[in-house]
């Protein structure tokens, strides 16, 4: 059996197994493979309302892996000459201010590399959505009231709002619109024929936009169709993105040539040089693993001793990764169109299997896992199932903190309150150290009227992490109201 011939069905193996064992609608994945594409293939619904099947040719919205795109074009820009990565923004973009004398010397660089001190956004509006191309030049004129967190320079922070900035500059300096620019320098010379980052053009190929699902209680625990698509024109340069998995293969190729692709006017892409650059770490992250450093709107890592490039996304209703393995000619891509499912764990195993790693399955979230057969077989069930996987395969789910709070209130949203508390008091005794399992205890026990036990838990809470200061005003309004 080939090298190739293997990876092939152990990913046939393991990917639809994990599909099935999640509550997930839908699943695309692309592999590259010693400079080849050697998998693209989809699984499950693009919609669980029509049914449609996912293909390797449904489009995804791919939330942040967008911005790996927004910095290879800025270093296209950088080698013309049009811009210089240590120039300041107010340059590019006079109308450009803040409540902030320090933001008069923002770098693209420190736009690119999350080190600029901006905040991150809050609001994407999704709800609110914008389509007309002024929105991005009014999202940056916003800004004239925001402050920086922090001085630029000095530390990473991520924030999205610096990418909306580079986008305008991107549309400024060009005089095209940033979804042109991105479209005829790097899309199409990419081979991402079927790629757009703006939403009406992506509803008008020949391949189905994949629907965003949200976790609910409609037919049991598990997916339902979004209310909300998250598309905001003003966002488009963080988060727009919409892609396939045999466009995105083509993508890690572009990368993957080293500098050989020919671009639409007879350069190549990018020059070495602008990739030295590019994927030169410039700050350091608290997140770890591959995701341990920053480069220029790229993540960089380790893993298993080998160089990793990448970028994760999320956004409502979507999930998308993007791994290069530049020293191996590797590349990963996986998109999801639900928002509640890890991806990390995904991407490990694919990368896994691509390296020879034995992986007989994808770990299963152990909280999804308990909550949907609480809904099916009632709490007490959910505990002797949890209590039959400690002693038989605890290797077989992941365990993670934070799908547990969210399960919890996934239950106590659709009227399964105590259901959820007793999901709750199964996570503390997991991570007993959690301040924030312990809060939502102490949300949910004052909600079922237990205000006793809604106390203790908050006051756990505020042991645990004493600068808490929600936790603190309500151990302050039950002790007060007792």
């Known amino acids: 059996m080939s090298e190739i011939q293997r990876i092939v069905e152990h990913l046939d193996r393991i990917l639809p197994q994990f599909i099935q064992d999640e509550p997930l609608p839908g699943l695309a994945v692309g592999v590259v493979y010693d400079h080849r594409m050697i998998y693209a293939k989809g699984f499950g619904v693009s919609d669980i309302q029509s049914g449609e099947a996912v293909t390797e040719h449904t489009l995804f919205h791919m939330a942040s892996v967008s911005k790996t795109l927004v910095a290879t074009g800025m270093m296209q820009l950088a080698e013309e000459g049009v811009i210089?990565?240590?120039?300041?923004?107010?340059?590019?973009?006079?109308?450009?201010?803040?409540?902030?004398?320090?933001?008069?010397?923002?770098?693209?660089?420190q736009l690119l590399s999350h080190t600029s001190g901006l905040p991150d956004e809050d609001d994407f509006a999704w709800d609110r959505p914008e389509y007309d191309e002024g929105?991005?030049?009014?999202?940056?004129?916003?800004?004239?009231?925001?402050?920086?967190?922090?001085?630029?320079?000095?530390a990473f922070a991520y924030s999205n709002i610096g990418y909306e900035i580079l986008g305008d500059v991107i549309a400024k300096v060009t005089g095209l619109s940033f979804?042109?620019?991105?479209?005829?320098k790097l899309l199409e010379p990419a081979s991402m024929l079927n790629s757009t980052f703006l939403k009406e053009e992506a509803a008008e190929t020949d391949y189905p936009l994949?629907?965003?699902?949200?976790?609910?209680?409609?037919?049991?625990?598990?997916?339902?169709?979004?209310?909300?698509?998250?598309?905001h024109r003003a966002h488009a340069p963080s988060s727009t993105l919409y892609a396939n998995a045999v466009d995105m293969c083509h993508y890690a190729l572009?990368?993957?040539?080293?500098?050989?692709?020919?671009?639409?006017?007879?350069?190549?892409?990018?020059?070495?040089?602008?990739?030295?650059?590019?994927?030169r770490r410039a700050a350091s992250t608290d997140y770890g693993d591959i995701l341990e450093d920053m480069g220029l709107g790229w993540f960089m890592g380790l893993y298993r001793g080998r160089r990793v490039l990448s970028h994760m996304g999320r956004d409502t209703g979507f999930r998308s990764g993007f791994m290069l393995l530049p020293d191996e000619g590797m590349g990963v891509v996986f998109m999801m169109n639900a928002d509640y499912v890890g991806g990390k764990i995904l991407g490990s195993a694919i990368l896994d299997v691509l390296l020879g790693e034995d992986v007989p399955y994808v770990q299963q979230s152990l909280a999804h896992h308990l909550s949907q057969l609480t809904i099916t077989s009632g709490v007490d069930a959910a505990f002797r199932e949890y209590e039959e996987i400690q002693q038989s395969?605890?290797?077989?789910?992941?365990?993670?903190?934070?799908?547990?709070?969210?399960?919890a209130y996934t239950l106590m949203a659709g009227g399964w309150l105590q259901e959820g508390i007793r999901l709750l008091e199964l996570s503390v005794q997991i991570f007993p150290e959690s301040s924030n399992l312990h809060d939502s205890l102490g949300e949910m026990y004052l909600l079922a009227g237990e205000r006793a036990l809604a106390l203790m838990h908050y006051e756990k809470s505020v042991e645990l992490d004493p600068e808490h200061a929600e936790g603190i005003r309500m151990v302050n309004e039950l002790l007060q109201s007792n």
């Open 210 to 231: 994949a629907v965003p699902h949200v976790l609910g209680l409609q037919g049991g625990y598990g997916a339902e169709p979004s209310s909300i698509f998250p598309y």
């Open 179 to 184: 979804e042109l620019y991105m479209k005829q």
């Open 84 to 109: 210089d990565l240590d120039g300041v923004v107010s340059d590019y973009l006079p109308y450009f201010e803040m409540a902030d004398d320090r933001s008069r010397n923002l770098t693209i660089r």
């Open 135 to 154: 929105s991005l030049e009014r999202y940056v004129r916003s800004m004239k009231d925001c402050k920086l967190q922090r001085e630029p320079g000095q």
């Open 254 to 279: 572009a990368h993957l040539s080293g500098s050989s692709t020919p671009r639409g006017d007879g350069k190549l892409l990018l020059e070495a040089n602008s990739y030295s650059e590019m994927w």
């Open 393 to 407: 395969c605890p290797e077989r789910f992941l365990v993670i903190e934070g799908e547990f709070n969210a399960g």
